[in-house]
């Protein structure tokens, strides 16, 4: 049986390449250039990267710290009140570890987070709209500290978004936004 592939005809890889190819190849390197040039202006003046501070934290330490904001919540049948506006979640495998989370909308809350033992994401995901996601990277021997407010009242889920092994898509964990 023969070939379906029949080689080309003559020195084709010496060939011009058509104007028409030079056109695009043109366009290309330029969108590249503008798309490069707007990454540097919108990590300067965007409003959509991450902040807040970063400490360093070991395990035993943030174990404590999530522990600590547990007991001096009040615990009801939704999850945790907060004492203050600080928080103090955790991504574990396979697990969250501070959730539910118990706040008020339109608050402004200090949500410090970390990883227990390997990189986790923490997705933070409204109910009404599971598509709309804020991602979040969680690291061991990292505290982030990053202010969130939720606007409107109802329920958050947090899921990983970081493949983290077998039991990775069994972690939730939800921020409970009541009036
Ligand atoms: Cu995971």
Redesign the pocket.
Known sequence: MSSPIHSPQGNWWIAGVSVLEKTWIRISVVWCLILFASMIVWASYGKQNQHGPTYRVSTSEYIQKVQDFKKAGTQTEEGIIPADEHIYVAAARFSFDGFPVVLKAGKQYQVHMSSYDVQ??LSIRPEHALSKQMSLQLLPGYEWVLPMKFDEPGVYHVV?N???GVG?ST?HGSFIVQR
């Open positions: 986790h994401g990983c970081e493949f983290c990775h972690m």
